[in-house]
Nanobody, 124 residues
Framework: QAQLEESGGGSVQAGGSLRLSCVDPGSIESNYCLAWFRQAPGRERVWVATFYPATGSTTYTAAVKGRATVSLDRTEKKLYLQMNDLNSDDTAMYYC?????????????????WGQGIQVTVSS
């Protein structure tokens, strides 16, 4: 059973933009870190971006750096991933993730709450 819920996926043309949203039924700000991962067909799940609620700091994988922004709307209690200048390599299932426990790694190995994923398809 998914513990987080994504929305905002869909199909978009190359060069376009998309914003993904993630809701945590619990307290989204209490997580140590919040992250986005993605999994392309036939490939393993990879990390995309991380947001640290306590500091507001962010990190990105090189493949999306400069084109993506991860943010937390504390009023709406939603995590967002804004992606611009999309290309076919961005086609994947996108997953919202959280590490509940303080400290440790925010890589896939350290995540203990996942969404069920949402599809993003970029067409040329």
């Amino acid at each position: 059973q998914a513990q987080l819920e994504e929305s905002g996926g869909g199909s978009v043309q190359a060069g376009g933009s998309l914003r993904l949203s993630c809701v945590d039924p619990g307290s989204i700000e209490s997580n140590y870190c919040l992250a986005w991962f993605r999994q392309a067909p036939g490939r393993e799940r990879v990390w995309v971006a991380t947001f640290y609620p306590a500091t507001g700091s962010t990190t990105y994988t090189a493949a999306v750096k400069g084109r993506a922004t991860v943010s937390l709307d504390r009023t709406e209690k939603k995590l967002y991933l804004q992606m611009n200048d999309l290309n076919s390599d961005d086609t994947a299932m996108y997953y919202c993730a959280a590490r509940r426990s303080r400290g440790g790694t925010c890589s896939a190995a350290g995540i203990n709450a996942w969404g069920q994923g949402i599809q993003v398809t970029v067409s040329s």
